[in-house]
């Protein structure tokens, strides 16, 4: 059974920075597109971003772009998204997904699988 496990998630002020880490297991991922989406208060989930199968292409939503990085270990079999000069409206759960392609997704539907979610409040 493919499990997603988030972590890392926290509260941070403005300017900081934080490390999401995701844990998968059930399948070999090392096949699959990776991705990030996150969802604040009253609003709906939306993409972040992805990261192709070996790690050598990565996505990112435009608000994102330059601050947030995704990377993954498929050795290790988790994906993780680093987060900079994090801003107010960054504050949202964040979730790990797995699209069961190799080519990039970005819509919800496209995922096959989906993390908890981590909360990320990030304080101004």
């Known amino acids: 059974q493919v499990q997603l496990v988030e972590s890392g998630g926290g509260l941070v002020q403005a300017g900081g920075s934080l490390r999401l880490s995701c844990a998968a297991s059930?399948?070999?991922?090392?096949?699959?597109?990776m991705g990030w989406f996150r969802q604040a208060p009253g609003k709906e989930r939306e993409f972040v971003a992805a990261i192709t199968p070996s790690g050598g292409s990565t996505y990112y939503a435009e608000s994102v772009k330059g601050r947030f990085t995704i990377s993954r270990d498929n050795a290790k079999n988790e994906v993780y998204l680093q987060m900079g000069s994090l801003k107010s409206g960054d504050t949202a759960v964040y979730y790990c997904a797995v699209r069961f392609s190799g080519s990039i997704g970005w819509q919800i539907a496209e995922y096959n699988y989906w993390g908890q979610g981590t909360q990320v409040t990030v304080s101004s």
């Open positions: 059930g399948r070999t991922f090392s096949r699959d597109v």
